[in-house]
């Protein structure tokens, strides 16, 4: 069998259709978009009908689309934006890209609970005795796959302090089934292609409009609140892979990861799901197995031709329970590691994971 990638979570494959488009593009829009000529207007009208296609994905008309080279760049955006007015309420499950802010005087972080949520009335009980002048917060959990309930987070947010700002880091909640209800009273949001099968280096951070127009990064003043150059080319691969996947991440293809999920806990002998009861996007599972350290898990699954994460990519390496695995007060007796199936993951590969799961447990030594 080839090899078989369960890392989704962490970077996904490139559409066909994304990079076909992306070399069509770069093979024939040459102008800068920023230039007077007529090349660059031509671009510049390319971009401006991405950002309205957005803007119809998404649910946020009443957003302003801005292109960046990532999440961790749209994040940071996001950050800078609320804390340029004041102080930021955060969580402890919170990406890397978030969580490191709370290195800024005055930043607060609420703790989630054992099932991997924020309490929705200790955000109000916050808010109500301290003032912030931004909240962020993740859609999904890039490694326990646990849902917020945003909606009712924004709504308190808005009842409670509305002058707020509520930042939502959406990069891993992207489909019809897991969106926003209502785009109602979240101000920014993070989106990164990568994680939907559109190219590397590439992310949308939807601001609503009226929130200022400080440069943030300067230059040329392409963008509001960041200059530089726009990527046409990989623009229009993010907005194809955009469409494409809202289609393919529908809900038949939540049924089926459910299914995949299943398939493990029941062929794979003492594997338990984390925070298995709490709203979840189906697609990211953090599973644990008795008796070994999750790298430790994660490299025997390597050898084996089978690709996942112990944690997640951008935190992984440094030894131990994760932050968010000691967040929930996970058992340090289990080895935890997070399987993340893409629209090309099929039964047969997950069957297959589940019986080498239990070749590992039962073949290896105690390792913790």
Known sequence: MNRIYLDNA???????????????????????????????????????????????????????????????????????????????????????SIYRFLEIPGAVSIPSDKNGLYNPELIRETLQKERFSL???????????????????????ALSSPKTLFHVDAVQGFSPGQWFKSSAHIDLVTLSAHK????????????RS???????????????????TLPVDNIAATVSA????????NTEFEKRCAEFTSILESETKDLLVTCATSPRIPWIVNVSLPGLRGEIIVRALDTMGIIASWSSACSSGKGGLS?????????????????AYSVFTTEAEVSETARTLSEIVKNYSVVL
Do not use: C
Not at 37 to 63: A, P
Not at 136 to 153: D, F, H, P, V, Y
Not at 210 to 228: A, V, Y
């Open 10 to 96: 962490s970077t996904t494959k490139l559409l066909p259709s994304a990079a076909l488009i992306r070399n069509e593009i770069a093979q024939t829009y040459e102008g800068n978009a920023s230039a007077s000529h007529s090349e660059g207007k031509k671009s510049r009208i390319l971009i401006e009908n991405f950002k309205e296609k957005v803007k119809k994905i998404t649910g946020f008309s009443e957003h302003d689309v801005i292109f960046t080279p990532g999440a961790t760049y749209g994040n940071n955006l996001a950050i800078s934006i609320g804390s340029s007015r004041g102080r930021i309420l955060t969580g402890d499950l919170e990406h890397a």
């Open 135 to 157: 909240v962020s917060l993740m859609l999904a959990s890039n490694e326990l796959g646990t849902r917020q309930n945003i909606e009712k987070i924004a709504e308190i947010i």
């Open 210 to 228: 009226g929130l200022g127009d400080l440069d943030f990064i300067r230059g040329g003043g392409q963008q509001k609140f960041l200059s530089g």
């Open 323 to 339: 932050r968010s695995l000691k967040s929930i007060g996970a058992d340090p007796s289990r080895g935890y590691i997070r399987l």
């Open 196 to 207: 939907f099968h559109g190219p590397l280096g590439s992310g949308i951070l939807l601001a």
């Open 242 to 249: 955009m469409e494409e996947v809202w289609k393919l991440r």
